[in-house]
C-alpha cells in the first residue's frame, strides 16, 4: 500500500473513511493501515462489512518493521451493498 498522507485523526468515523478510501485505491493489509495511522484496522473493516461493504480477507505471513514475523490480513474490497457511511 503507497500512502500518500497518514490519517491524522483519532475519531472513527474518519479513520472509518480514511480506510474505505485506500482499500478503494488499492488491497491494504493491517500493517499498512496502522503504519498509515489506523490502530485499530480490524474494526474499521468490521464497520465497513457492518455498512454493507464486502470486503474479503486474505491471510499472509509477514514481517513488520521490527522484522518480526506475523499472521497478517490482507483486505480487498469487493464492492457494496448498499453501504453507506
Known sequence: MDVQKICQRTDTAHQRAFTLKALQQQSSTTLE?????????????????????????????????????HRVARYHLLGESGGVL
Open 33 to 69: 493501515l496502522r503504519e498509515a495511522g489506523i490502530m485499530s484496522p480490524a474494526a474499521r473493516i468490521f464497520e465497513l462489512r457492518e455498512s454493507g461493504f464486502i470486503i474479503v480477507t486474505m491471510w499472509s505471513r509477514e514481517r513488520d518493521t521490527a522484522g518480526v514475523l
